[in-house]
């Protein structure tokens, strides 16, 4: 587990959950998604990488329709974008330069960043708990991270963010990596875990902030 008690695993959690389903939420809105479509995108962005994680774990019934508190905190996030969105964009073409503006940008991206490291790692332990293996566990920890935005853009047909954006998948991966290492060593403590949130923050926010991605084909003029 990430902490020593089950309350706070519950809450890093649910406000992982919330991250991601807004994203999910707002990609549907400006999709032009009804209602439902919009709750649909932030189920799928906020637990799609759990329940992918449980399937492939063989942890039937999912998390994702199994604790209500998690369909709670995703279906709020749906809520408050389909009820807010429009208010905020109208706010922010009157005042496109506004301070707002950009420490909301700032925030979701931190916020994102954060959900992806505590979901790499989290998923990483929840493998190595059912003795998936080392090479298993990394890779559901990195599935567990990016699964739900890749589904998201899939139902929104768009070219999923993770494989084109700044180091998105890298950074879960190596967390999660990581925490295998830890295992290994017998070193995994609450505190050397936190280590691991901390390790796959730091990239994600350092890829964002230097524009780093990863290498590319190189492509002849046409």
């Known amino acids: 587990m990430l902490t020593d008690t089950a309350t706070l695993q519950v809450v890093l959690d649910v406000c992982g959950v919330f991250v991601f389903a807004l994203s999910g939420a707002l990609v549907a809105v400006r999709r032009g998604l009804d209602l439902f479509g919009i709750m649909v995108l932030a189920w799928v962005a906020g637990l799609g990488g759990g329940i992918i994680r449980d399937v492939l774990l063989g942890l039937t019934p999912p998390v994702g329709v ?13 809520t408050l974008v389909f009820l807010f969105y429009g208010r905020w964009s109208v706010i922010t073409e009157r005042a496109p330069e506004a ?8 925030a979701v991206r931190w916020l994102d960043a954060a959900g992806l490291a505590l979901f790499a790692v989290s998923g990483a332990i929840v493998a190595l708990n059912v003795d998936a293996g080392p090479l298993a566990a990394t890779i559901i920890g ?3 991270a990016t699964g739900g935005g890749l589904l998201r853009d899939l139902l929104a047909r768009q070219v999923p963010e993770v494989l084109q954006r700044e180091l998105y998948a890298l950074p879960a991966l190596a967390g ?11 070193l995994l403590s609450t505190v050397t875990v936190w280590l691991a949130v901390a390790l796959v923050f ?3 926010v350092l890829a964002v902030t230097l524009d780093l991605n990863a290498p590319r084909a190189l492509r002849t003029p046409t």
């Open 66 to 78: 199994r604790d209500w508190r998690l369909l709670a905190a995703a279906l709020l996030a749906g």
């Open 99 to 106: 301070r707002p503006r950009r420490l909301a940008t700032r």
């Open 142 to 144: 990195g599935i567990t």
């Open 176 to 186: 999660a990596a990581f925490v295998v290492l830890l295992d290994h060593l017998d």
């Open 202 to 204: 730091g990239i994600r």
